[in-house]
C-alpha cells in the first residue's frame, strides 16, 4: 500500500477570527442591507460595527453621505494581513475586508457571495445577509424573512442570496420555526 500524504488540518483555536473582537462588514453585505432599510439590523444584532476604513471611504462616495451612521466604526485598513490563499480570488473591496478583519481580531466577519463560503472553509467565522435577516427574525426584529429576500433579489442583490434549492429549505425551515 502505498505512503499517503500527510495532511494538517487546524484546530479549532487556529480561527482566524477571535471571540471578543469586532465585527467588521464588508461593502457588499452592507450596502445590500442598506437597500431594502435593514442596515440598522446590525446594530441592533451585533452592537458597534466595523469597516475598514477605505471601504468606508467607497461607501461615503456611493452614498454621498458625509457621516456615516454613529454604529459604524473605520478601522483602519491592515494590507499587512495575510489572507488565507484560499481566499485569494476575493475582489479588492472583500480583500481589504479579509485583512482589516484579521488584523483586528474580528470576533465575526460579514460577507457575501463565493467568499463567504471561502472563508468559512478557511476558518474564519463569517456570515451573510440572508443569515442576518434570520437572526433578526429569531429574535423578534424582523416579522418576516421572505419580502426581504424577494426585495434584495428585486433590488439587484441576488448575489448575496442562496441557491434556491437553499432558499426552499430555509422557507422550510422557517415555516416549522414559526409553527412552534
Not at 457571495?113 to 437572526?135: D, P, Q, R
Not at 424573512?145 to 425551515?173: F, N, Q, S
Request: charged share 25%.
Amino acid at each position: 500500500m502505498p505512503d499517503l500524504p500527510q495532511y494538517e488540518f487546524p484546530v479549532p483555536d487556529q480561527t482566524l477570527t477571535r471571540p471578543g473582537g469586532p465585527v467588521v462588514t464588508s461593502v457588499k453585505t452592507l450596502t445590500a442591507l442598506s437597500d431594502i432599510r435593514r442596515d440598522k439590523l446590525l446594530p441592533q444584532l451585533y452592537g458597534r460595527v466595523a469597516i475598514a476604513r477605505s471601504n468606508m471611504t467607497e461607501m461615503s462616495h456611493r452614498y454621498g453621505k458625509a457621516r456615516p451612521p454613529d454604529w459604524l466604526d473605520a478601522i483602519d485598513d491592515r494590507p499587512d494581513a495575510q489572507i488565507p490563499e484560499r481566499c485569494d480570488t476575493a475582489t479588492p473591496s472583500e480583500k481589504i475586508t479579509l485583512q482589516a478583519a484579521i488584523g483586528a481580531g474580528a470576533s465575526l466577519v460579514l460577507l457575501d457571495g463565493t467568499i463567504k463560503e471561502k472563508a468559512k472553509l478557511s476558518f474564519i467565522k463569517s456570515e451573510g445577509a440572508v443569515s442576518i435577516l434570520v437572526s433578526a427574525y429569531r429574535h423578534g426584529l424582523l416579522s418576516a424573512v421572505k419580502p426581504m429576500v424577494i426585495a434584495l433579489e428585486k433590488l439587484g442583490h441576488a448575489d448575496v442570496l442562496p441557491e434556491p434549492d437553499l432558499l426552499d429549505a430555509l422557507w422550510e425551515a422557517l415555516d416549522r420555526l414559526s409553527e412552534q
